[in-house]
């Protein structure tokens, strides 16, 4: 290995100075066709394929990727929590919101990759603004915490697949949304999933106590858009009861009607974040809910199933209330997806055989219902 690559791999060349090199607002095919070849060539000088290219993955990745303006730091804290105001008894009418089915788009932000090789991964979606009138509800937005300007950046994976149809940062995509609701204040409630990837160095979050502010970080992305008055909270459903699942059993969500023109955030953690689970449910005024895999956890309002899962489990999970989403990855999933209830219907495109927009839920709906202005 020639000393080049060797102080490569040790991390002898700062990270600054290699991303005022690379710091640019998404990075164009030229760019990524240059990093390669670099790579190429330290590979064939040095033979030390996997610890050098990583290396050089590592340093690109872990520099400054979007250019977001600072916000304030704030959070749902003690004293905010005090402006809440719990939904009543009368605001539990006989359609709620958990008795709608939803369309929604996986990766609402995503623009097909420059080089689709894999085409799984060719698929691409309209601004989230088309999305809107177009009739879709619910929105998954995967962010990336970016350490240098701490902020949350929006993209699926670093280099091969950055690309965004609403800006680098959280609060653009949200700033989109939330100009679309404030011109549309009679829409059926957003559901927006926030999918927290790996950090732009690929290390999970939460690993060490300091990694827990991350993910306040992200509230105050949402907190810099959104008035807590148009935020649904999970103290608004728990209420009075010990848990929020006991109150979603119990008492079940908030109709249609109370709820239009607000937003509700969900924290959709998955295995490479395991460790931030627990920080998040130690809260005490959490701004999000959480995807929970158990219907005995004690913050479990919202499941995740597969669109080919398991037909009379998401029907015991619809009898208590619970919300349930899957995927619709092919045109042959959609008729099972729709018809087996989940409420939140996640596709990677839009087709005429989905729901056009909001509906009544074809399993647990009352009867005769109506829905108008979805």
């Known amino acids: 290995m020639t000393a080049t690559a060797l102080r490569l791999v040790e991390g002898h060349i700062p990270v600054e100075l290699v991303a005022e090199c690379l710091v640019y607002k998404r990075r ?8 390669v070849v670099v790579a190429l060539f330290v590979f064939i000088t040095t033979g030390a394929s996997l610890v050098v290219t990583g290396s050089l993955f590592a340093l690109w990745a872990n520099s400054p990727y979007g250019r977001c303006k600072p916000i304030p730091n704030r959070y749902l804290n003690e004293e905010m929590a005090k402006t809440i105001v719990p939904f009543d008894d009368q605001d539990f009418g006989k359609l709620s919101i958990n008795h709608l089915q ?9 623009v097909a990759m420059e080089i689709p090789y894999i085409a799984k991964f060719g698929y ?3 601004k989230l603004t088309f999305q809107a009138n177009y009739g879709v509800r619910h929105y998954e937005l995967d962010s990336h915490y970016d350490s240098h300007n701490k ?35 009679n829409h059926t409630v957003m559901i927006i999933y926030l999918e927290p990837k790996t950090k732009l160095n690929a290390r999970p979050y939460c690993i060490s106590k300091d990694d827990g502010n991350i993910f306040l970080r992200k509230e105050s992305e949402v907190l810099s858009v959104f008035p807590l008055q148009q935020i649904i909270v999970p103290d608004q459903i728990k209420g009075n009861y010990s848990t929020l699942s006991q109150a979603v059993i119990n008492r079940g ?56 899962g398991n037909k009379e489990v998401i029907k015991n999970h619809l009898s208590k209330n619970f919300f349930v989403r899957t995927g619709v990855v092919t045109k042959s999933m959609i ?8 409420q939140l219907l996640s596709v990677d495109f839009l087709d005429s055989n989905l729901p056009r927009t909001t509906r009544c839920n074809p399993v647990n709906s009352p009867a005769n219902c109506t829905l108008s202005n979805a």
């Open 28 to 35: 164009p095919l030229l760019m990524k066709k240059i990093a």
């Open 124 to 126: 691409s979606h309209d």
């Open 335 to 342: 008729r099972s997806s729709v018809d087996y209830g989940a």
């Open 102 to 110: 939803y369309l929604g788009t996986h990766n609402s932000f995503r």
């Open 151 to 185: 902020r949350w950046v929006v993209y699926h994976l670093a280099v091969i697949d950055d690309r965004s149809n609403c800006g680098d940062c959280l609060s653009d995509c949200l700033s989109e949304l939330k100009t679309w609701s404030d011109n549309n204040k």
């Open 253 to 308: 969500w908030p109709s249609v009607e109370s709820t239009r023109g607000k937003f509700l955030f969900v924290m959709n953690l998955w295995s490479e974040n395991m460790h931030c689970k627990q920080y998040y449910k130690d809260k005490k005024h959490p701004l999000f809910f959480m995807r929970t895999s158990t219907p005995d956890d004690p913050h479990a309002a919202f499941f995740e199933m597969p669109s080919h």
